[in-house]
């Protein structure tokens, strides 16, 4: 009885990947699809009670809206109107105006702006920028695009300003601050590598760390040790944003003590560079990079850090039970205090500081919505999905299934079902929806420790969207290579296994230790 459960349970998850994966349909359909099957499996074999089943739904969708969808609408928004006011454009060249070394370049953009993005918005602005970016000044368009991947994959778990791993501690009921500190621990050895291999991948060999060492160095750790500190200290929301402004400051720093004498092979040529280096005023440095600024500081005011403001929005909330079954979870809505909202606001004002009309704005806002209606279609689906298969007993049943089959030695594949997530889904978020139950709950079942799991679950979903299909074309079409998937997919492949395995190695130690 136990294996048809199982089977049975997994059959959404099998479609899912049959359905992007083999049928290649988009990805709102066949997440639509899902649901409807959970639905039926639901009802039909667990005897789930139909307004049971209908609230789940519409506290899967209630919590997919506000924050997550919230959260993602309002980054896009605030890129888009960067790109209307040209604000971005005078970030490219700010930042491509530091060094003639492709490598430097490399860390700088792919890595360090890189990073950043993920922390502002996510959801595939830390490939297609950072890719575009690099191509346009020179490097090989595909190593651009596959460093971007490689390197994109460990700050999933805070990216769009925390959301996965908030969602994720919102699926499992967990400490959020503590889960988002396990998240930076477990992801930290491969979080330092990263660097290094983009600096190969871009440089075309492990040759192109000759007398780069200091400066990969320097930006390793000048990321990940405030990374980990915000990540144990603060929480999800600041971890990326905090640890790549402290980077691209120290590698700009670095690059002018340590990068002198740039190999022909790696340098720039000079017209080139001059398009790259054009000269800015302190002023409309500012202007171009107000949004972000603002959205830093209104994090960062709205955080624990500033008692005094933190507690005087944090209160200005809903809480309600949308469930009509046993074991309902309370869903609040912060009205003020979250995310969304302060990107937002920051977006709205940046943009005003740059010169959008108010008209602008509302052309973008229609704009963003239109162009990612699907997007958000597709996350409720996956939430709604995900609540049901909660409520009804069937993450329960696939976790006992996984225990009796793996054992004690479950931690070495947990990583594994968070790459499977991150590959179907394409999404940090989504995966710790889908799976962040199942891992949470296998851990209890066998007595280890659950955060670890579920940190391992989110740390699984960044190494799967290195190989997900929705990445992969979102970095081949910001080169202009759309066609190029398979050859990009075929060359990042080894860097996904190398990660998976080491990902299972760490996952697996780490639970020795805690037990």
């Known amino acids: 009885m136990l294996v048809l459960k ?9 479609w899912l990947i049959a359905a992007l994966s083999g049928l290649k349909m988009a990805g709102h359909k066949a997440c639509t699809a899902a649901l409807l099957l959970t639905l039926a499996l639901a009802v039909g074999f667990w005897k789930l009670d139909i307004l049971y089943a209908a609230t789940a739904v519409l506290e899967g969708t209630l919590n997919a809206l506000w924050p997550i969808c919230l959260v993602i609408v309002a980054a896009l928004f605030t890129y888009n109107l960067m790109l209307k006011t040209g604000a971005m454009e005078q970030v490219k060249k700010m930042l491509m105006g530091v060094s003639r070394d492709k490598r430097v ?31 346009g000044i020179g490097l090989d368009p595909i190593a651009a695009v596959l460093g971007c991947l ?13 959301v996965p791993t908030v969602t994720l501690a919102s699926v499992t009921g967990l400490d959020v601050t503590v889960l988002s500190g396990s998240a930076a621990m477990i992801q930290f050895i491969l979080t330092m590598v990263s660097p290094f ?7 075309k060999g ?15 750790f000048s990321f990940t040790i405030p990374w980990l500190i915000t990540a144990q200290g603060i929480g999800p929301e600041l971890p990326n944003i905090i640890g790549s402004i402290g980077s691209m400051g120290c590698m700009i720093g670095a ?35 107000s949004s972000f600024i603002l959205i830093f500081i209104f994090l960062m005011a709205s955080s624990v850090l500033c008692p005094p403001v933190h507690d005087l929005i944090s209160g200005i909330k809903s809480t309600v039970t949308v469930y009509a079954g046993e074991g309902g979870n309370a869903l609040s ?23 959008a009309a108010p008209g602008d704005m509302a052309e973008v806002f229609a704009d963003t919505l239109k162009k990612y209606w699907k997007t958000i279609l597709t996350i409720c689906a996956v939430m709604a999905t995900a609540k049901i298969m909660g409520y009804s007993g069937m993450i329960s049943d696939i976790a006992k299934f996984l225990v009796a089959a793996a054992g004690p030695f479950y931690p070495l594949i947990a990583p594994l079902i968070g790459a499977l997530g991150g ?49 992969i074309a979102i970095g081949t079409g910001a080169i202009n290579a759309a066609g190029s998937e398979s050859k990009v997919l075929g060359a990042v492949f080894k860097y996904f296994l190398l990660y998976v395995i080491a990902a299972g190695a760490i996952c697996y130690a780490g639970s020795l230790l805690g037990n």
């Open 150 to 162: 490689v390197v994109n994959s460990t700050p999933t778990a805070f990216g769009s300003v925390g």
């Open 6 to 14: 199982f089977i049975l349970a997994m059959l959404p998850i099998i």
């Open 206 to 220: 492990i040759k192109a760390l000759k007398g780069m060492i200091p400066i990969t160095l320097v930006s390793a």
């Open 423 to 471: 590959f179907v889904t394409g999404s940090g978020t989504s995966t710790c929806v889908l799976f962040g139950g199942l891992q949470s709950e296998t851990a209890q079942a066998l007595g280890l420790d659950a955060v670890w799991m579920a940190a391992a679950n989110v740390m699984g979903a960044g190494l799967g969207k290195m190989v997900c299909p929705q990445s």
């Open 105 to 135: 370049l490399a860390l700088l953009i792919g890595w360090g702006f890189g990073n950043f993005m993920e922390g502002m918005a996510g959801f595939g602005t830390a490939v297609a920028i950072p890719a575009s970016m690099l191509a």
């Open 333 to 355: 809505f912060s009205w003020i205090n979250t995310p969304g909202v302060m990107i937002f606001l920051a977006g709205i004002i940046g943009g005003r500081i740059q010169g």
């Open 197 to 203: 291999l983009m600096v190969c991948i871009c440089g």
């Open 255 to 289: 690059a002018k003590i340590f990068n002198k004498d740039v190999p022909e092979e790696y340098m720039i040529g000079p017209s080139e560079q001059e398009k790259t280096a054009e000269r800015l005023t302190v002023g409309k440095g500012i202007r171009a990079w």
